[in-house]
């Protein structure tokens, strides 16, 4: 959390793999986060075990729309 608070603006997070989105197999361990947007605020999703390339390229698609959106 520090460093995501050190880096300066802009900054987007992107969520890669289930475990990252919503902790996937590990969901409801004592020891693992729920997914990445319980600790930072992400800006795309891409969700996969492993992630497809369509997947990535679609993630990254939806970070650019909201860069220009803002």
Known sequence: MRIWEQMPEPKFAVAVGNCCVSG?????CYNSYPGLDSVIPV??????CPPKPENVIHGVATLVGKIRGS
Do not use: L
């Open 24 to 28: 996937g197999v590990f969901r409801g």
């Open 43 to 48: 800006a795309a999703y891409i969700y996969g």
